[in-house]
Every structure is written in structure tokens, then in C-alpha cells.
């Protein structure tokens, strides 16, 4: 008799623990199948990343930009150490510069960042006083 009543509460149970180990695999499932969605798409941002520095590195080789630009940033680092009158050229340089517009700002911070393909140097392009 006892074994009538808890043969049906303990099938009940079973299915009750069967349902809920299947919610379990199937959340289990759609967070796996999330976490490799977006690892892909992570894969796919880094090659096509990858591919764009080449194609910039590839570029500048025969490019005389790079070499323009670096003499250009050297001039007011050369003029700082030539004394006073290097100094104050600098400084009023750079007072002139800080007149122009925001938008000429901004293209130079963009024209340099391409250059010399740093693409995360933006990032920082506007973080001024």
C-alpha cells in the first residue's frame, strides 16, 4: 500500500528534477551558443583589423609621409633645446596653433593618426586641457 503512494510522488518528483536538468542544458546551450557568436565575431573584427595595418604598412612604403611628419614633430624637440630664441619660437608656435580652429585640430590629430597607422591614437584626439 505504502508503495502505491510513493511510487506516483516519486515519478512526479523525477519528472519535476528531468524538466528542470533540460531548462538547465538548454540555458546552458544558448549561453555557449552566445559565447561563441561573439567570439567569432571578436576573430572576424581582429583579422579584418589585421588586414587594414598591412594594407597601411603596404602603403607607406613607398610613401615619404611618415619621414615628412617625424622631421616635422622633431623641429620644435630640436628648437627646445637651442636656447631662449628656440624656445620662443616654440611657444609661439604652439600658441598659434592653439588659435586654429577645432576642426583643423582635429584634422591634424586624424592626418597623423593615419600616417602612422595608429589607429587608437584618436581615441585620444580632443582629450585637451
Not at 5 to 14: S, T
Not at 84 to 106: E, N
Request: charged share 20%; aromatic share 10%; hydrophobic share 50%.
Amino acid at each position: 500500500m505504502w508503495q502505491a503512494l510513493i511510487n506516483p510522488i516519486a515519478n512526479l518528483a523525477g519528472s519535476f528534477l528531468e524538466r528542470k536538468v533540460e531548462e538547465q542544458k538548454g540555458k546552458t546551450a544558448v549561453a555557449v551558443a552566445k559565447a561563441n557568436a561573439e567570439a567569432e565575431v571578436m576573430k572576424v573584427a581582429a583579422t579584418h583589423e589585421a588586414g587594414w595595418e598591412k594594407i597601411m604598412a603596404e602603403g607607406s612604403l613607398t610613401s615619404w609621409k611618415d619621414e615628412w611628419l617625424t622631421l616635422l614633430f622633431s623641429v620644435p624637440l630640436i628648437l627646445a633645446f637651442c636656447g631662449d630664441w628656440g624656445r620662443q619660437i616654440v611657444a609661439d608656435g604652439f600658441t598659434a596653433l592653439d588659435s586654429m580652429p577645432d576642426w583643423y585640430q582635429y584634422s591634424l590629430g586624424l592626418i597623423v593618426s593615419a600616417t602612422f597607422a595608429m589607429r587608437g591614437a584618436t581615441k585620444f584626439i580632443g582629450k585637451r586641457k
